[in-house]
């Protein structure tokens, strides 16, 4: 599971260092590389709305937040 943002991942990228990137991976997860294909294959997947992904997601990112 992850809560990263692609548009963070690059701003690291390319403004940060490696110390900042481990960082952030740590709190937030690891962007896949490629296609994640399978998860309709897992017993408990379910699509579910842009809406909902968005309020999960942001859910997500306040709860790894205040983690850090």
Same mark, same amino acid.
């Given at each position: 599971?992850? %809560?990263?943002?692609?548009?963070?991942?690059?701003?690291?990228?390319?403004? /940060?260092?490696?110390?900042?990137?481990?960082?952030? @991976? #740590?709190?937030?997860?690891?962007? %896949?590389?490629?296609?994640?294909?399978?998860?309709?294959?897992?017993?408990? /997947?379910?699509?579910?709305?842009?809406?909902?992904? @968005? #309020?999960?997601?942001?859910?997500?990112?306040?709860?790894?937040?205040?983690?850090?």
């Amino acid at each position: 599971m992850t %809560a990263a943002s692609l548009e963070e991942v690059l701003h690291l990228r390319d403004h /940060a260092d490696l110390a900042a990137m481990g960082r952030y @991976e #740590r709190q937030y997860g690891v962007l %896949a590389e490629g296609p994640v294909d399978g998860w309709k294959d897992q017993p408990e /997947a379910a699509e579910i709305s842009v809406d909902e992904f @968005e #309020r999960l997601w942001t859910e997500a990112r306040r709860v790894l937040g205040d983690s850090a």
